[in-house]
């Protein structure tokens, strides 16, 4: 599934991570969201590393630090896989 969202123009480093996530068991998609120019993740927030922020219905509210900013994600995901996923992605940084 292509990744959508009123913003898609993102970091490669953001890209190859997006794709990796997309390929774990119980996602069904990643949606691209808002980018925040000059925001970072804080220390140690490389480019392409995502920070979980919160779960939502249907799936987990993220970020990721792009080259410019922040990039803002939506991880669908399919219902009672979200802890597992969330972990995989801890796991792929």
Avoid at 30 to 49: N, P, Q
């Amino acid at each position: 599934m292509p990744s959508r969202g009123r913003h898609q123009s993102t970091s490669k480093e953001c890209q190859k991570m997006i794709r990796k996530i997309e390929k774990l068991d119980g996602v069904t998609g990643v949606i691209i969201g808002l980018s925040y120019g000059g925001k970072s993740l804080g220390k140690g927030g490389r480019t392409g590393a995502v920070k979980i922020q919160r779960p939502e219905p249907g799936g987990l509210k993220a970020v990721t630090q792009s080259a410019k900013g922040l990039q803002e994600l939506f991880i669908r995901i399919k219902n009672g896989k979200e802890d597992a996923v969330a972990k995989e992605i801890e796991r792929l940084q």
